[in-house]
């Protein structure tokens, strides 16, 4: 648990719409601090947390962030024209930049991530390395949870097919649990009401109690491209314009790699 636990500087403001993170240090000044408002989705959760953490200790600004599913950025990102920074997918981000809705020069690879199955930390670890093995540990597991492919999430879209192609539409049915996003998934996971769950692998990691078991295999693969951009806000804001340039860093790869990405660029 933690990996999700407030340190005793650190005030942590919970609301509704995604998760919302306002972290307070007492060292801040009101008077010079600025404000990094931030975009993204479950999948950079953990990485950005002690990214953001850090960046607040070490100067006087202050970061808000919201975290959702992954299909609820574009509208959030116009519901908040003071946004600074957004995480998307590259070619989402790509498109955003087609539409003139962030500055044009600004979408930075963090990682690409991987499906992959997660399981209870401590539990039997599922064999998922073929397909035929995947197959049988779908077959014989007591429950499992996926994402609700009506989100329109790719990686959720890409899971069900992926049931629908290894004929296991019957475990789907007696089986399967749908919950809107990874995260949630994870929960099901650790709440012990499934044993397996699919996900991005970085929203594995982030949950507390779930431990990846294993990736899918390289034929029934799918890799998103995780970015970040500044948006025309952003790119106004000295602070934002810091916070960004750290994100995309050499030395900041790596906490993106510990948290489930993978930093080939």
């Known amino acids: 648990m933690a990996r999700f636990r407030a340190s005793a500087i650190v005030t942590?403001?919970?609301?509704?719409?995604?998760?919302?993170?306002?972290?307070?240090?007492?060292?801040?000044?009101?008077?010079?601090?600025?404000?990094?408002?931030?975009?993204?989705?479950?999948?950079?959760?953990?990485?950005?947390?002690?990214?953001?953490?850090?960046?607040?200790?070490?100067?006087?600004?202050?970061?808000?962030?919201?975290?959702?599913?992954?299909?609820?950025?574009?509208?959030?990102?116009?519901?908040d024209p003071k946004a600074d920074i957004v995480f998307w997918s590259l070619s989402e981000l790509n498109n955003l930049v087609r539409k003139d809705a962030i500055a044009p020069d600004y979408p930075k690879v963090v990682g690409r991530v991987r499906i992959a199955v997660g399981y209870r930390t401590g539990g039997q670890r599922p064999d998922v390395s073929t397909i035929q093995k995947l197959r049988a540990t779908i077959?014989?597991?007591?429950?499992?949870?996926?994402?609700?492919?009506?989100?329109?999430?790719?990686?959720?879209?890409?899971?069900?097919?992926?049931?629908?192609?290894?004929?296991?539409?019957?475990?789907?049915?007696?089986?399967?649990?749908?919950?809107?996003?990874?995260?949630?998934?994870?929960?099901e996971v650790a709440d012990r009401r499934v044993n397996l769950g699919f996900a991005q692998a970085s929203e594995i990691v982030a949950f507390p109690g779930v431990s990846i078991g294993g990736f899918l295999p390289d034929a029934l693969q799918l890799t998103t491209v995780h970015a970040a951009a500044l948006t025309k806000a952003g790119?106004?804001?000295?602070?934002?314009?810091?916070?960004?340039?750290?994100?995309?860093?050499?030395?900041?790869?790596?906490?993106?790699?510990?948290?489930?990405?993978?930093i080939r660029r």
């Open 139 to 187: 077959q014989n597991t007591s429950g499992f949870a996926y994402g609700n492919p009506a989100s329109g999430v790719p990686t959720d879209l890409h899971i069900v097919r992926i049931f629908d192609e290894l004929g296991l539409g019957a475990e789907m049915k007696d089986k399967g649990l749908m919950r809107d996003g990874g995260i949630n998934v994870m929960k």
């Open 12 to 79: 942590s403001v919970v609301v509704s719409a995604g998760l919302l993170i306002a972290s307070t240090f007492p060292h801040a000044s009101s008077a010079t601090a600025a404000e990094v408002r931030i975009i993204a989705s479950d999948a950079v959760r953990l990485p950005m947390m002690e990214i953001t953490s850090a960046f607040q200790k070490e100067t006087s600004n202050q970061t808000v962030t919201t975290y959702g599913p992954f299909n609820t950025i574009e509208k959030r990102l116009a519901a």
């Open 235 to 262: 790119k106004a804001n000295p602070a934002a314009v810091a916070l960004f340039a750290r994100i995309v860093s050499e030395p900041t790869s790596y906490i993106f790699e510990r948290t489930g990405f993978d």
